[in-house]
């Protein structure tokens, strides 16, 4: 499908004015606008507008997401924070309970802030680099609906569970990696189905314990009514390591439900008994390290360049020009676009279209409607 390009800044205010037209307050749509669209800068469109409509606005409408978010403390030591996000903006809840690990972190070294009933928060990569703007080392992850198989199991237990990890560098962009301990996510299926690319073979595993290939649209509809699911990083079986990305997975659904007693697995999966859209419920937590409680900023930001620039100097394989270290091609993507805009496929463009119709945000027309 044809893509174009919308400006950052009407990018930028339009996200801003869609969800306060859905009832978000003005500063907390600021930071959900700055997280979604921190995705398309990075070149992560699966996460980015491609998403604004279907996972935010629509489940604010649907009544299982609150616009105006509750942050509550449920328990709190110098070190550390349990709360609540009462199914609030899971992007706002999550820039809160980071900031405030960086903040014991500042204070006693590190900081860590589990939360409970929260909804989904975004590009999980934006919340380490919070961490590594001021010299900290950042650590996150969440759970998710119920999609992903275990290793030799075919149905779906947990969600795609991203730990995602930055550390400072000395170079223009910092060690960040941001990705699933499934081979794929939700989100790329998605993504695949909008631009009409097929699944990937390996990625998808049905209840015969096959690989489901073909068309993304009906490999989604089989994920959502339980005949088949995600692979975890690794693939089907042992082979190629897939109980690796299995036991990833498992770490990060125990650390977003065991230390703040919140939901896991099936019950993530946003419906109830009689199949009604609930709330998802969904956990999350937050690792903020100080590295001037070691041997400071400047040190590990020259130490970890050090290492990622000798990784890059290294032998490269016949035919490929040269090595990338995680975060630099999202840099790269983001060095790219930054003069430009926010590609949007056809899909998106119409579901742009309609959310402003729908909210009467009239003063905004879109590239592709002139």
């Given at each position: 499908?044809?893509?174009?390009i919308?400006?950052?800044?009407?990018?930028?205010?339009?996200?801003?004015?869609?969800?306060?037209?859905?009832?978000v307050?003005e500063e907390?749509?600021?930071?959900?606008?700055?997280?979604?669209?921190?995705s398309?800068?990075?070149g992560?469109?699966?996460h980015g507008?491609?998403?604004f409509?279907?996972i935010y606005?629509?489940?604010?409408?649907?009544?299982?997401?609150?616009?105006?978010?509750n942050?509550?403390?449920?328990?709190?030591?110098?070190c550390?924070?349990?709360?609540?996000?009462?199914?609030?903006?899971?992007?706002?809840?999550g820039?809160?309970?980071?900031?405030m690990?960086?903040?014991k972190?500042?204070?006693?070294?590190?900081?860590m802030v589990?939360?409970r009933?929260?909804?989904h928060?975004?590009?999980?990569?934006y919340?380490p680099t919070?961490?590594?703007?001021e010299?900290?080392i950042?650590?996150?992850?969440?759970?998710?609906?119920p999609?992903?198989?275990p290793?030799?199991?075919?149905e779906?237990?947990?969600g795609?569970?991203p730990?995602?990890?930055?550390?400072p560098?000395?170079?223009?962009?910092?060690?960040l990696?941001?990705?699933a301990?499934?081979?794929?996510?939700?989100?790329k299926?998605e993504?695949?189905?909008?631009?009409?690319e097929?699944?990937?073979?390996?990625?998808?595993?049905?209840?015969d314990?096959n690989s489901?290939e073909?068309?993304a649209?009906?490999?989604?509809?089989?994920?959502?009514?339980?005949?088949?699911?995600?692979?975890?990083?690794?693939?089907i079986?042992?082979?190629?390591?897939?109980?690796?990305?299995?036991?990833?997975a498992?770490?990060?659904?125990?650390?977003?439900?065991?230390?703040?007693?919140?939901?896991?697995?099936k019950a993530?999966n946003?419906k109830?008994?009689?199949?009604?859209?609930?709330?998802?419920h969904?956990?999350?937590?937050?690792?903020?390290?100080d590295?001037?409680?070691f041997?400071g900023?400047d040190?590990?930001?020259?130490?970890?360049?050090d290492?990622?620039?000798?990784?890059?100097a290294?032998?490269?394989?016949?035919?490929?020009?040269?090595?990338?270290?995680?975060?630099?091609k999202?840099?790269?993507?983001w060095?790219?676009r930054?003069?430009?805009?926010?590609?949007i496929?056809?899909?998106v463009?119409?579901?742009?279209?309609?959310?402003?119709?729908?909210?009467?945000?009239?003063?905004?027309v879109?590239p592709?409607?002139?």
């Open positions: 499908m044809p893509k174009m919308l400006d950052w800044k009407t990018a930028n205010d339009f996200v801003v004015d869609a969800f306060k037209g859905v009832g307050p907390d749509a600021k930071i959900c606008a700055d997280i979604l669209l921190e398309d800068r990075r992560i469109e699966s507008c491609n998403r409509k279907p606005i629509d489940r604010i409408l649907d009544g299982i997401q609150n616009p105006v978010t942050f509550e403390i449920i328990k709190e030591t110098p550390t924070a349990v709360v609540d996000g009462h199914d609030g903006m899971g992007q706002v809840i820039y809160k309970a980071m900031r690990a960086m903040d972190a500042k204070q006693y070294g590190m900081g589990v939360v009933n929260s909804c928060y975004g590009i999980a990569g919340y919070m961490c590594t703007k010299g900290m950042g650590i996150t992850g969440t759970n998710a609906r999609s992903v198989a290793t030799f199991g075919v779906g237990m947990f795609t569970n730990l995602t990890i930055g550390i560098t000395d170079e223009e962009f910092d060690f990696i941001d990705c301990s499934s081979i794929t996510q939700n989100g299926i993504y695949y189905a909008r631009i009409g097929p699944v990937h073979p390996g990625t998808i595993i049905n209840l314990g489901v073909g068309d649209g009906e490999a989604l509809k089989m994920i959502r009514n339980g005949t088949a699911a995600l692979t975890t990083l690794g693939g079986g042992e082979d190629l390591g897939g109980y690796k990305g299995y036991g990833y498992m770490v990060v659904e125990l650390l977003s439900a065991a230390l703040q007693d919140g939901n896991y697995g993530l946003g109830n008994e009689k199949g009604e859209k609930v709330p998802y969904l956990g999350h937590f937050f690792i903020a390290i590295t001037n409680h041997l900023e040190v590990c930001r020259k130490k970890a360049g290492i990622l620039r000798s990784v890059r290294s032998k490269k394989a016949p035919g490929c020009e040269r090595i990338y270290t995680a975060g630099e999202e840099y790269l993507i060095q790219s930054k003069d430009s805009g926010v590609p496929n056809e899909a463009q119409k579901e742009m279209s309609k959310v402003r119709d729908d909210l009467g945000l009239t003063k905004y879109f592709w409607e002139k």
